[in-house]
């Protein structure tokens, strides 16, 4: 029997039965397609996640504030004790200028009372209160480790514009779930300057009403007020040009409370912060979060490679039950094929040809599905993605990953119809003849 013959007779056994063989080939189909979607979506998560680590971004940033001197330094010039190193734009233009760096973004934090021009979003009144405004560049907002948890970020050159954290929340007695609520509030803050009038000095406000537009998870600095830097660089210079020049109100000398560095790739992080360090500023960085995220995500890849192939074999499961079926249904067809000559092979070669095309069949239309739920997840995705200010995801699918799918969905459907198509071709033509 040639191969052309075993094929025209596998396809006849297909169109005998077209409802088992559809069902089948939608068991394969669907596996291929969860194995498929699941494989594109990690890789291109996985994709994203690295890519963004190589060329640098939140997770590959350092922080950077003024060192502290030791206690036992002493400045052999002035014969006095170490001061601190402060943070201004000639340490600034030093750490920009290192080869392996490619941005740095400052940070501003400013001191201000806070007050509510009207009843607090949960109607309670509440009492004016002390707080720290965070400044950033919200221009390079996905360079920075902040999180829109509801609404968004203030623009970047607004001055009536305020985002919150999870510290305010507590202030006003909401929980982040309730996030929301405060999204459209209206507060006042106040940057603090000393004056002096007779004997004692008053501390006067330079008042701003701001909108809550958003409430974020931060990182930038220690406050729980988010604002664009040039409203922190008002708020901190009106504070410092007391006649103390802000010392009274413990406001710092230095223009910057500190720096987000962002070194050029994941890899040249600990040799950035070395010179940094060098330089005289100490530095932390999330080297260790870096090393973690990408042994997890190499975990949910093997999770999700794992799911879609127990779904594949299961697949295989019901080709092997459907082919037993085929076996029962079609012993007097096989008796008569061997009367008339067929040999063990012959038999064998025209069940495997009918698992070979289902499953072939079922990978190709279960690849292109998992890729169509794949571009829809995709989608998804992106939405959130612009939500937050970030760039989306660019969703490819590997030639590895189709080519897998359509031929592991055939190797797999092979496997399934072994024990069936051995079970026919060992089969005795008088028993196949004589049976029902």
């Given amino acids: 029997m040639s191969w052309r013959d075993a094929i025209a007779l596998a396809a006849k056994g297909v169109r005998r039965r077209p409802g088992r063989a559809v069902l089948t080939l939608l068991s394969v189909a669907l596996a291929a397609a969860l194995l498929t979607a699941l494989l594109t979506i990690a890789g291109t998560a996985e994709t994203r996640v690295l890519d963004e680590l190589a060329k640098g971004g939140p997770l590959a940033g350092i922080k950077v504030a003024a060192a502290q001197p030791d206690p036992g330094e002493v400045d052999r010039d002035n014969a006095r004790p170490g001061e601190p190193k402060d943070l201004d734009d000639a340490g600034r233009a030093?750490?920009?200028?290192?080869?392996?760096?490619?941005?740095?973004?400052?940070?501003?934090?400013?001191?201000?009372?806070?007050?509510?021009?009207?009843?607090?979003?949960?109607?309670?009144?509440?009492?004016?209160?002390?707080?720290?405004?965070?400044?950033?560049?919200l221009a390079s907002a996905s360079s920075l480790p902040v999180t829109v948890l509801a609404g968004r970020l203030p623009g970047a050159d607004s001055v009536t514009e305020v985002a919150v954290t999870q510290g305010y929340l507590e202030r006003v007695g909401l929980?982040?779930?309730?996030?929301?609520?405060?999204?459209?509030?209206?507060?006042?803050?106040?940057?603090?300057?000393?004056?002096?009038?007779?004997?004692?000095?008053?501390?006067?406000?330079?008042?701003?009403?701001?909108?809550?537009?958003?409430?974020?998870?931060?990182?930038?600095?220690?406050?729980?007020?988010?604002?664009?830097?040039?409203?922190?660089?008002?708020?901190?210079?009106?504070?410092?040009?007391?006649?103390?020049?802000?010392?009274?109100?413990?406001?710092?000398?230095?223009?910057?409370?500190?720096?987000?560095?962002?070194?050029?790739?994941?890899?040249?992080?600990s040799r950035v912060r070395a010179q940094i360090t060098a330089i005289g500023y100490s530095t932390s960085a999330p080297e260790n979060l870096i090393a973690t995220v990408r042994r997890y995500l190499r975990v949910v890849e093997i999770i999700l490679s794992a799911v879609g192939t127990i779904a594949l074999v299961i697949a295989a499961l019901g080709i092997t039950n459907a082919l037993l079926a085929a076996v029962r249904e079609r012993r007097r067809e096989i008796g008569v094929l061997k009367a008339i000559g067929a040999r063990d092979r012959d038999v064998l070669r025209i069940f495997l040809v009918e698992a070979a095309v289902l499953g072939t069949a079922g990978?190709?239309?279960?690849?292109?599905?998992?890729?169509?739920?794949?571009?829809?997840?995709?989608?998804?995705?992106?939405?959130?993605?612009?939500?937050?200010?970030?760039?989306?995801?660019?969703?490819?699918?590997?030639?590895?990953?189709?080519?897998?799918?359509?031929?592991?969905?055939?190797?797999?459907?092979?496997?399934?119809?072994?024990?069936?198509?051995?079970?026919?071709?060992?089969?005795?033509?008088?028993?196949?003849?004589?049976?029902?």
Avoid at 96 to 123: D, H
Avoid at 177 to 196: C, H, T
Avoid at 201 to 227: D, H, N
């Fill in 94 to 137: 030093r750490i920009a200028a290192l080869p392996e760096v490619r941005s740095v973004l400052p940070v501003v934090t400013a001191r201000v009372l806070v007050t509510f021009p009207a009843r607090t979003v949960t109607g309670e009144p509440l009492d004016p209160f002390l707080e720290t405004a965070v400044g950033v560049d």
């Fill in 175 to 269: 929980e982040r779930s309730d996030a929301a609520r405060v999204v459209g509030s209206e507060i006042e803050m106040a940057a603090g300057r000393l004056f002096p009038e007779g004997a004692e000095p008053r501390v006067r406000g330079r008042w701003v009403r701001a909108q809550v537009v958003g409430v974020v998870a931060q990182e930038a600095g220690s406050g729980s007020l988010l604002l664009p830097v040039g409203q922190a660089q008002v708020a901190r210079a009106w504070s410092q040009s007391g006649p103390d020049g802000g010392a009274a109100l413990e406001v710092p000398s230095s223009p910057y409370s500190g720096l987000f560095v962002v070194a050029q790739g994941i890899d040249n992080v």
């Fill in 363 to 436: 990978g190709m239309v279960g690849t292109a599905l998992g890729w169509l739920v794949a571009r829809g997840v995709g989608q998804v995705v992106n939405g959130y993605l612009t939500a937050q200010g970030l760039a989306g995801v660019r969703l490819g699918v590997p030639l590895a990953v189709v080519v897998g799918g359509v031929l592991g969905s055939t190797l797999l459907s092979l496997l399934g119809g072994a024990v069936p198509a051995l079970r026919a071709a060992r089969l005795p033509a008088r028993d196949a003849i004589g049976g029902q």
